[in-house]
């Protein structure tokens, strides 16, 4: 299973293109045709992106709804209404759409970061904003387990 890690940061071209970074789009190569699945993450100020596996999983959570239920609706009018197939150049580079760009509040550098089956594209700062906020939560996480553990 290949999975995306790490973080990596690049700049925006004047043409409005951005480059994958390698090892994130050397999965997305073997997944898909030249293309990138995208969409406004639902919980961050971020793109959230990955390949066909990506799209897969969002079928697979789906399948798991009523087919006529507000639940599904609202889901995939969330996900399927907003998401973007971004087409990879020879390059490895894609181009964002304003509406991807304008959500994550991007200007001219994007921090790609890599969560196993999915991947995100935030805005520098707010990844690291994000990032303290994150690695805050699991630590502690991390004590109320160790204390539960432990009987207290």
Not at 59 to 66: E, G, R, T
Not at 106 to 125: A, M
């Amino acid at each position: 299973m290949n999975l995306f890690l790490s973080k990596f940061k690049n700049k925006i071209d004047v043409k409005g293109r951005v480059s994958i970074p390698v090892s994130f789009r050397n999965i997305l190569l073997k997944d898909v045709s030249q293309k990138m699945f995208c969409y406004p993450s639902l919980d961050a100020q971020a793109i959230d992106a990955g390949g066909q596996g990506l799209s897969k999983e969002i079928y697979a959570l789906m399948d798991n709804l009523d087919p006529y239920s507000d639940e599904r609706d609202y889901l995939s009018t969330a996900l399927f209404g907003l998401s973007e197939e971004l087409k990879i150049d020879n390059d490895g580079r894609v181009i964002l759409s304003d509406a991807l760009i304008d959500h994550a509040q991007i200007k001219d550098e994007v921090t790609f970061v890599g969560l196993g089956e999915k991947f995100q594209i935030w805005e520098p700062l707010k990844f690291e904003s994000y990032l303290q906020q994150a690695q805050k939560k699991v630590k502690e996480q991390r004590l109320l387990l160790s204390k539960k553990n432990r009987g207290i």
